[in-house]
């Protein structure tokens, strides 16, 4: 399966979101810190990223960065779709609370 880095400054939410993940065969890390993405990405090699519309900082990051910019990014977001997150230059976005067949879904097409 999936090797998933998650993006969120809630502690809950990503604490979830690792159990449900890894219960689907997938293997997670996750931060809140935003300066310690880069070389989690280094690390980690992750085959999708999970990241909060809140942190949407980190979508560009990796999107501008030549050595980054292939890894798919699924934006999360608690609002319906607003203009700042169609602006906001990730692969697909997916609204909170998940529809657990809708996330799982969009990481199996996102990391074919």
Wanted: aromatic share 4%; proline share 4%; glycine share 2%.
């Amino acid at each position: 399966m999936a090797k998933i880095l998650v993006v969120n400054n809630d502690v809950d939410t990503m604490s979830l979101l690792k159990k449900w993940l890894e219960k689907r065969q997938h293997e997670v890390t996750y931060t809140g810190n935003e300066d310690q993405i880069m070389n989690m990405i280094k690390e980690f090699d992750p085959d999708l990223m999970l990241v909060d519309v809140l942190q949407k900082d980190v979508v560009y990051r990796v999107k501008n960065d030549r050595t980054t910019t292939h890894i798919p990014i699924l934006l999360m977001t608690g609002h319906t779709l607003r203009q700042e997150t169609i602006d906001v230059p990730a692969d697909d976005v997916i609204e909170k609370p998940f529809n657990p067949h809708l996330l799982e879904s969009k990481i199996e097409r996102l990391t074919l």
